[in-house]
């Protein structure tokens, strides 16, 4: 199909919030989502992501800020004067119409007469042509899944927000659903704001992820970004998986020297959102699969200025790729390893003395004031559907 040139432009936020009585749902936010951007919004049940996406939808009244769209103030307009269209988890397609008629339907609803050309270039997209006249219960979840985006861009909308769209399927065609989606959004160039809790589906298809918790934003950016460099252990635990060693700080240079369990690491200064004092409490982040594992007989052989820890397999589990290891030491109880298969050590065993090592520039740094277990699913608020802050 011919690609669809929007006139609009940035959709932004600006001092939204949403409170429910005596509840915040959505603390007030600022938030700018690019024309033409493959957005998501990522975060636990509970966090805000509906809220917001209905408030930009205009489904939902904001109890303080603007909505603005290419610069037009848009707060005030009703949900249908809006240039946006709403996909929603049930994908809520006409159960008596054929796949044409579904999609056809807003334009049928706006009195354009020939819909063929329009609808046809739609299945084409979605990759539904041979479909076109079987009814929604003839389809698979993936494939109505496709009819109801189809549905959504025929009425050329300049945002397509999408709640949680891939929650019915399973996994597989959940994953082939994403790389389709995103290959949609990159054939037509509409603004998607795509909601998840799902942290694998935010960075395979997103441009920029926002972090959610608690009805907060609490990071911002592309997906190789926050996973890097995770500036909280929301960010660091909920995107992943990342090892939190708490220490105290000896020394702030170019790097930053730090005592932890009973030895030395060391972490990029530029890499460190917490003070850099002398004196003072630091977590030190570093993800599972940037550490090596030696056994310790081998642990001469370990390159000279890497970061080392010494402790015991506790726990070990092949998962075709990689093994991912727990280690117990004396500077963490659980200290998660990913390992890919290549060479595997035989010796590397529950049981077995090692050291772990690793490349210093691999290391981050977090203020130590927060919680370790923030995002993590030990965490109480992440768990809970009420999030009473
Ligand atoms: N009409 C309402 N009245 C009172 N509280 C509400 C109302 N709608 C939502 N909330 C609360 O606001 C918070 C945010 O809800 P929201 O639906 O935005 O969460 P979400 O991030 O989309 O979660 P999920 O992933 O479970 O869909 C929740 O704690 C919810 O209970
Ligand atoms: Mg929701």
């Not at 990029?268 to 056994?295: F, M, N, Q, W, Y």
Request: net charge neutral; with cysteine; charged share 20%.
């Amino acid at each position: 199909m011919t690609q669809q040139q929007t006139t609009g432009g940035d959709v932004r936020l600006t001092g939204i919030s949403k409170t429910y009585g005596s509840f915040t749902a959505v603390h007030p936010l600022d938030l700018t989502v690019p024309q033409g951007s493959f957005f998501a919004l990522l975060g636990a049940s509970g966090c805000g992501k509906t809220t917001t996406l209905r408030i930009i939808a205009g489904l939902e009244e904001a109890t303080t800020g603007t909505v603005s769209l290419g610069g037009k103030d848009i707060t005030g307009l009703p949900a249908y004067k809006r240039p946006v269209n709403t996909v929603f988890q049930s994908y809520a397609l006409f159960p008596h119409l054929d796949i044409t008629e579904n999609i056809a339907f807003g334009l049928r609803r706006r009195g354009v007469k020939s819909v063929r050309k329009q609808v046809g270039d739609m299945l084409e997209l979605v990759q539904l042509g041979d479909f076109a006249r079987r009814k929604p219960h003839q389809l698979s979840g993936g494939q109505q899944q496709r009819v109801a985006v189809a549905r959504a861009l025929i009425n050329h909308p300049q945002v397509l927000l999408l709640d949680e769209p891939l929650g019915a399927l399973d996994l597989k065609l959940r994953r082939r659903m994403q790389l389709e989606l995103k290959r949609i959004q990159t054939e037509v160039g509409i603004t998607f704001v795509h909601v998840t809790h799902d942290q694998e589906e935010a960075m395979t298809m997103a441009d920029t992820v926002a972090v959610m918790n608690g009805g907060r934003v609490e990071q911002l950016g592309a997906p190789a970004d926050l996973y890097e460099n995770p500036k909280t252990t929301f960010v660091a635990n909920f995107l992943g998986t990342s090892n939190l060693i708490e220490g105290e700080i000896a020394g702030c240079g170019t790097d930053i020297v730090v005592s932890a369990g009973g030895g030395k690491l060391r972490l990029p200064g530029d890499r460190c959102s917490a003070p850099a004092v002398t004196g003072g409490r630091v977590l030190l982040g570093i993800r599972p699969e940037k550490i090596s594992l030696a056994h310790a007989d081998a642990a001469g052989r370990i390159a000279e200025g890497r970061n080392r820890v010494t402790g015991r397999i506790v726990d070990s589990s092949f998962i075709g790729v990689s093994t991912q290891y727990v280690v117990e030491s004396p500077a963490g109880r659980e200290l998660q390893v990913y390992e890919q298969n290549i060479e595997r050590d035989a010796r590397l065993v529950p049981g077995a003395e090692v050291v772990l090592h690793w490349n210093p520039a691999h290391t981050f740094g977090l203020d130590a004031s927060q919680s370790k277990l923030a995002g993590t699913m030990g965490d109480a608020g992440v768990e809970t559907v009420e999030d009473v802050s």
